[in-house]
Structure formats: structure tokens, C-alpha cells
């Protein structure tokens, strides 16, 4: 079982910009596709941005145009490139892995980074 340990979360005002990182325990190069995703207080969690192996990417409309996901299979990290934050971006941001975007996720969460945005 691969663990995930996110980093890189804080406290930044609105229009602010942070990179979350995702450092995996064992190799993702075999995995098809890394997600990050967000729970805020009372919501359930959401997937925000996914990357395939081959390099698709896939984001949420709320985060679209804002936030950038990157893969580095040989440091088997992960980072999300949040820029133009917003309130609503406050939340737990955690990673994963799922055989397609969409797929339930296949590792235990971490323990997750927590976001920040004030107004």
C-alpha cells in the first residue's frame, strides 16, 4: 500500500497563489491517473484536478483557468498550482490515485494539507 503525505498548504489571502505537493511512499509510474481533491467544512470531498499517465488533465469547473496539476513520476510527487485563490478554495486538499479519472480512489487518504483563503 502506497502512503501519500501532502505538503505545501497555508494560510494566504484571496488572489494568492501556493503549490501543494503530494510525496508518494513507493513508484506512481505505473499509475494511470493522480488526483487531488478538497474537502471543505461540511461538504463532501470533491475531486479538483487529475492527471493521467499519458499527461491529460482534467479539472473542476470551479478551479479551471486557476490551478495547474504536474506529475513527476522519477521524484513520484505530485504538486497542484494554485494561483488566483479564492475563499471557496478553503478546504483539506488531499491526493490519490484511481485507474481513470472519476474512479473511486485506490489508496487510504493522508492526512492532508489544509488550505486557507481569506478574504
Known amino acids: 500500500q502506497v502512503q501519500l503525505v501532502e505538503s505545501g498548504g497555508g494560510l494566504v489571502q484571496a488572489g494568492g497563489s501556493l503549490r501543494l505537493s503530494c510525496a508518494a511512499s513507493?513508484?506512481?509510474?505505473?499509475?494511470?491517473?493522480m488526483g487531488w481533491y478538497r474537502q471543505a467544512p461540511g461538504k463532501q470531498r470533491e475531486l479538483v484536478a487529475a492527471?493521467?499517465?499519458?499527461?491529460?488533465?482534467s479539472y473542476a469547473d470551479a478551479v479551471k483557468g486557476r490551478f495547474t496539476i504536474s506529475r513527476d513520476n522519477g521524484k513520484n510527487t505530485v504538486y497542484l498550482q494554485m494561483s488566483s485563490l479564492k475563499p471557496e478554495d478553503t478546504a483539506v486538499y488531499y491526493c490519490?490515485?484511481?485507474?481513470?479519472?472519476?474512479?473511486?480512489?485506490?489508496?487510504?487518504w493522508g492526512q492532508g494539507t489544509q488550505v486557507t483563503v481569506s478574504s
Open positions: 490519490n490515485a484511481a485507474p481513470w479519472v472519476g474512479a473511486r480512489p485506490i489508496f487510504n
Open positions: 513507493g513508484s506512481i509510474v505505473s499509475i494511470n491517473v
Open positions: 492527471i493521467a499517465s499519458s499527461g491529460y488533465t
